[in-house]
């Protein structure tokens, strides 16, 4: 990541989290909290814009039902009810879900409502059959301590999480129904983390806290963040849906990025005497032109009754192409506006061009046809039928015009590689009403005291814990209550700790799985029940506990491989002593000479050679003192 000093630039992050809530049941009815694959029955919705308290209605959702655009929900068939299907009221709020969402109030220090109300929050993608997801605020303000700074919490919400997405085919959105209604706890901070590596300590630091309650649910695509982040000069950005917590330094670098670079364009703009003016609404029909030209993209538009238009951008050569994050440009984002608005697959700009199998033969054309310089001016193509190419080009004007403003506020969904893309305007305040359906519940100190007994203990006393009770270092227990599976480490150690010294199981956590991400390996893939399986072989005595560094390194590369397939793809099955000492007399007889010259002296040559053949499958300092005794034992006889 090239050198940026965040303060200065005033980098203001705050996360939102999203964590499922282990329950035995979902938020608002009976059926079970899971992804379950199973048959199920196919409903099919439209969402209906509505106006808010106020009267407005959302531009996108307007948009989006003006578009035809509908929606089918695959219902599985045993494990979802007419709750899920928006047939049937929604039950009264999950108690157990409400009692960990306490809890995690309770050991922040947030204020508690004494009555606590559904409220529903307008969708617009169709993730909720309802069109709204159902959201409590369960307690406000709070903080937590990361690294020596207190960072606020300023809400904590007790919320539905939404229908699953698995796929799009032209107006229609499918969604399964399995994930709507797993109850989540949603978590805000204050906007004061300041730099990127923050943002993570911060996230983990919350997760941790989460999975301490021993009521949430583990694994990637249980908890999601979001991010809100603004640069001074910039705009507040919200970044939605970042699973990963190796994700978030580079979401948050390259958002900074993408401010400051839109910071430049604006500058650039303006060198160039351009005004919001100057950006026209003025598309020319490019079809005749173009329609026999070697590219697919067009023919293909214009085969299936499209048309191809265009729109000359004056003064602007060059900055359809200017980079905003990495290979993404301020074309890119042009494209990504015109996919949302217009429903378009792309466009096409003078920047990339020639190229797509476009000419530069007819680049001048198009240049000609414009009545644009090529020299200075920039033009945009979109090849589709002639109402949403339109639609299209008038997005593109209006986003190109924001740029003089600099930074849009926007909603923004991240990328694989931390880059993140448009996903649509930021929505405004006034879209909450309440929830008639659900009556409010009282908070009584009944439940008070049921999240009491679930509230994680302060940090401190685990750590003398740790210290006292399981004999770990002070160094080596402070990095465990940092390490975001404190709480299975804690566990395991409890199970295992006469079978398996803790020290042995803290280290696979803060030593081997650190030194592995270290080395650039995912080591947010391996599960909780890969860890638990290696120190249960461990303590079975069927692995060497050095062999856990290769297992891991093996899962981090091929996950879906168990600990068993891992070990057995390694060779890795622990040898017994007398096998061990097998091979140290055959690599002694090898190297005898050097041993009888040199003494113990050749030790360290043998445990390294032994070492070789036996790494992983026998604990090292066994090797070593056979080795030793062995070597001994020849010089005594050579001496005599
Ligand atoms: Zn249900």
Same mark, same amino acid.
């Given at each position: 990541?090239?050198?940026?000093?965040?303060?200065?630039?005033?980098?203001?992050?705050?996360?939102?989290?999203?964590?499922?809530?282990?329950?035995?049941?979902?938020?608002?009815?009976?059926?079970?909290?899971?992804?379950?694959?199973?048959?199920?029955?196919?409903?099919?919705?439209?969402?209906?814009?509505?106006?808010?308290?106020?009267?407005?209605?959302?531009?996108?959702?307007?948009?989006?039902?003006?578009?035809? *655009?509908?929606?089918?929900?695959?219902?599985?068939?045993?494990?979802?009810?007419?709750?899920?299907?928006?047939?049937?009221?929604?039950?009264?709020?999950?108690?157990?879900?409400?009692?960990?969402?306490?809890?995690?109030?309770?050991?922040?220090?947030?204020?508690?409502?004494?009555?606590?109300?559904?409220?529903?929050?307008?969708?617009?993608?169709?993730?909720?059959?309802?069109?709204?997801?159902?959201?409590? %605020?369960?307690? &406000?303000?709070?903080?937590?301590?990361?690294?020596?700074? &207190?960072?606020?919490?300023?809400?904590?919400?007790?919320?539905?999480?939404?229908?699953?997405?698995?796929?799009?085919?032209?107006?229609?959105?499918?969604?399964?129904?399995?994930?709507?209604?797993?109850?989540?706890?949603?978590?805000?901070?204050?906007?004061?983390?300041?730099?990127?590596?923050?943002?993570?300590?911060?996230?983990?630091?919350?997760?941790? $806290?989460?999975?301490?309650?021993?009521?949430?649910?583990?694994?990637?695509?249980?908890?999601?963040?979001?991010?809100?982040?603004?640069?001074?000069?910039?705009?507040?950005?919200?970044?939605? +849906?970042?699973?990963?917590?190796?994700?978030?330094?580079?979401?948050?670098?390259?958002?900074?990025?993408?401010?400051?670079?839109? &910071?430049?364009?604006?500058?650039?703009?303006?060198?160039?005497?351009?005004?919001?003016?100057?950006?026209?609404?003025?598309?020319?029909? $490019?079809?005749?032109?173009?329609?026999?030209?070697?590219?697919?993209?067009?023919?293909?538009?214009?085969?299936?009754?499209?048309?191809?238009? +265009?729109?000359?951008?004056?003064?602007?050569?060059?900055?359809?192409?200017?980079?905003?994050?990495?290979?993404?440009?301020?074309?890119?984002? /042009?494209?990504?506006? @015109?996919?949302?608005?217009?429903?378009?697959?792309?466009?096409?700009? !003078?920047?990339?061009?020639?190229?797509?199998?476009?000419?530069?033969?007819?680049?001048?054309?198009?240049?000609?046809?414009?009545?644009?310089?090529?020299?200075?001016?920039?033009?945009?193509?979109?090849?589709?039928?002639?109402?949403?190419?339109?639609? @299209?080009?008038?997005?593109?004007?209006?986003?190109?015009?924001?740029?003089?403003?600099?930074?849009?506020?926007?909603?923004?969904?991240?990328?694989?590689?931390?880059?993140?893309?448009?996903?649509?305007?930021?929505?405004?305040?006034?879209?909450?009403?309440?929830?008639?359906?659900?009556?409010?519940?009282?908070?009584?100190?009944?439940?008070?005291?049921?999240?009491?007994?679930?509230?994680?203990?302060?940090?401190?006393?685990? %750590?003398?814990?740790?210290?006292?009770?399981?004999?770990?270092?002070?160094?080596? @227990?402070?990095?465990? %209550?940092?390490?975001? *599976? /404190?709480?299975?480490?804690? !566990?395991? &150690?409890?199970?295992?700790?006469?079978?398996?010294?803790?020290?042995?199981?803290?280290?696979?956590?803060?030593?081997?799985?650190?030194?592995?991400?270290?080395?650039?390996?995912?080591?947010?893939?391996?599960?909780?029940?890969?860890?638990?399986?290696?120190?249960?072989?461990?303590?079975?005595?069927?692995?060497?506990?050095?062999?856990?560094?290769?297992?891991?390194?093996?899962?981090?590369?091929?996950?879906?491989?168990?600990?068993?397939?891992?070990?057995?793809?390694? +060779?890795?099955?622990?040898?017994?002593?007398?096998?061990?000492?097998?091979?140290?007399?055959?690599?002694?007889?090898?190297?005898?000479?050097?041993?009888?010259?040199?003494?113990?002296?050749?030790?360290?040559?043998?445990?390294?050679?032994?070492?070789?053949?036996?790494?992983?499958?026998?604990?090292?300092?066994?090797?070593?003192?056979?080795?030793?005794?062995?070597?001994?034992?020849?010089?005594?006889?050579?001496?005599?």
């Amino acid at each position: 990541m090239s050198k940026i000093d965040y303060k200065a630039i005033g980098l203001k992050v705050g996360l939102e989290i999203h964590q499922q809530i282990e329950s035995s049941h979902k938020l608002f009815c009976n059926c079970p909290p899971d992804l379950i694959e199973e048959e199920h029955v196919v409903l099919v919705r439209r969402l209906r814009p509505t106006r808010s308290e106020v009267g407005d209605v959302d531009p996108a959702a307007l948009f989006e039902w003006r578009r035809g *655009r509908y929606y089918e929900y695959e219902s599985p068939l045993n494990t979802s009810c007419l709750v899920e299907a928006d047939e049937e009221p929604p039950h009264p709020l999950n108690r157990e879900a409400l009692v960990v969402a306490l809890a995690v109030a309770r050991s922040l220090g947030s204020y508690i409502p004494d009555e606590i109300y559904v409220m529903r929050k307008i969708v617009i993608d169709g993730s909720n059959t309802s069109g709204f997801q159902r959201t409590a %605020l369960v307690a &406000i303000g709070g903080a937590i301590e990361v690294n020596g700074k &207190i960072i606020p919490i300023e809400t904590i919400c007790l919320e539905e999480d939404a229908a699953r997405k698995i796929g799009e085919e032209g107006l229609k959105v499918k969604y399964r129904l399995d994930r709507l209604g797993i109850p989540l706890i949603e978590l805000a901070t204050a906007p004061v983390i300041e730099s990127p590596e923050e943002a993570r300590e911060v996230a983990l630091a919350i997760g941790r $806290l989460l999975r301490l309650t021993g009521r949430v649910k583990r694994g990637l695509g249980t908890i999601r963040q979001d991010l809100n982040i603004s640069i001074a000069g910039g705009a507040k950005t919200e970044i939605k +849906g970042v699973q990963r917590l190796e994700l978030i330094p580079k979401v948050v670098h390259y958002e900074v990025l993408r401010q400051l670079r839109l &910071i430049e364009l604006r500058r650039e703009l303006l060198k160039r005497d351009l005004s919001k003016d100057s950006i026209t609404y003025n598309p020319v029909d $490019l079809t005749s032109k173009l329609a026999r030209s070697s590219s697919k993209i067009l023919r293909r538009a214009v085969e299936s009754g499209g048309v191809i238009l +265009g729109i000359k951008i004056p003064k602007m050569k060059g900055l359809l192409g200017f980079e905003l994050m990495p290979g993404r440009r301020f074309g890119t984002e /042009l494209a990504d506006y @015109a996919r949302f608005w217009a429903g378009v697959s792309g466009i096409i700009h !003078s920047d990339e061009l020639p190229g797509y199998g476009i000419t530069g033969e007819e680049v001048n054309v198009v240049y000609e046809t414009l009545n644009a310089d090529p020299s200075i001016d920039a033009f945009i193509i979109v090849a589709d039928i002639r109402e949403k190419a339109l639609k @299209a080009l008038s997005t593109i004007v209006d986003r190109i015009r924001v740029a003089f403003d600099g930074v849009p506020e926007e909603t923004r969904a991240a990328n694989e590689d931390g880059t993140t893309r448009y996903m649509r305007p930021r929505p405004g305040a006034a879209r909450m009403y309440p929830e008639t359906d659900i009556p409010p519940v009282k908070v009584t100190d009944e439940l008070i005291s049921e999240a009491d007994k679930i509230k994680p203990e302060p940090l401190n006393v685990k %750590l003398e814990r740790l210290i006292s009770k399981y004999g770990l270092s002070r160094e080596l @227990a402070l990095e465990v %209550l940092m390490d975001i *599976r /404190l709480d299975l480490i804690e !566990s395991l &150690i409890e199970k295992y700790h006469e079978r398996v010294q803790p020290s042995i199981i803290a280290s696979i956590f803060v030593v081997t799985l650190r030194g592995l991400r270290g080395k650039g390996l995912d080591i947010e893939i391996i599960t909780d029940k890969h860890l638990e399986e290696i120190v249960s072989y461990i303590a079975e005595g069927l692995i060497a506990k050095e062999a856990s560094e290769l297992i891991l390194e093996e899962i981090a590369k091929n996950p879906q491989l168990t600990v068993r397939e891992a070990i057995e793809k390694l +060779g890795l099955r622990a040898v017994s002593e007398a096998e061990a000492e097998a091979v140290i007399d055959e690599i002694i007889r090898e190297y005898i000479e050097e041993v009888k010259k040199r003494g113990l002296k050749a030790t360290s040559l043998i445990i390294g050679k032994a070492m070789g053949k036996l790494r992983g499958k026998i604990d090292g300092r066994r090797v070593a003192e056979i080795a030793r005794e062995k070597i001994e034992k020849i010089i005594g006889e050579h001496k005599t």
